[in-house]
C-alpha cells in the first residue's frame, strides 16, 4: 500500500526507518534519502511525501506502533518482499499485465501514478514531484491510466468483491504483530 500511495522504489522502503515516518495527527509524511544517514534517492537526498490514501495512513500508523525508535520501518528483505508480493499475484490470479512482462513490486509505483491521474485527476507536475522524477518523460512513461482501466476490466468478480472489502474496513488489515 505504502509503494502504490507513496509511488516508493524499492530502495525508497528498504531504507525507511521508523523515524523517518512523521504523524502530526491530521497528515502522515515519509522522508527519503535522508542526508543524515548519507542516503540518497535516484534523484537526490532529503526527499519525500505525504501519503493521500486512508489505508497507507493506516499502514504506518501500524508501522509507528509496532516498531521501535531507530529500527527499520519493515522487517521483510526485499527478497522477503518480492516472495510475498509474488505469493499475493498467485493468490489474486491477476492476469499477465498488458505490456507482456511480469508482474514485479516495481509495478506499485507504476500503479501508483497512473491511479493518482485518474482519480485525482494529478497534473503532471503533481506526479512529477510526488514520484520524485526528474524528467517529463519518465512521468509519461509511469503514468499510464489506459492500462490500469484495461486491467481493471479484466480482473475477475472475486478479486473486485476482495477489493471492496479491503477499501470497506482497510484498518482490519494493518495490525502488525
Known sequence: MLSFDALLREQDWTRLQRDDIADDGDNIALSLGVLARNESCKTGHNQGVVLLREAARLCAKALLAARPSGAKAFVLSEEGYVTLFHSAVADLQLPRPDNGLDWVPHCLRHGGA?????IF???????????RWESDKAVARYTKSHQLVALDARLSDEVHARAARFWADPSSRFRLR
Do not use: N, T, V, Y
Request: hydrophobic share 40%.
Open 121 to 131: 485527476k494529478a497534473s503532471a507536475l503533481d506526479i512529477k514531484l510526488r514520484g
Open 114 to 118: 497512473s491511479e493518482f491521474h485518474r
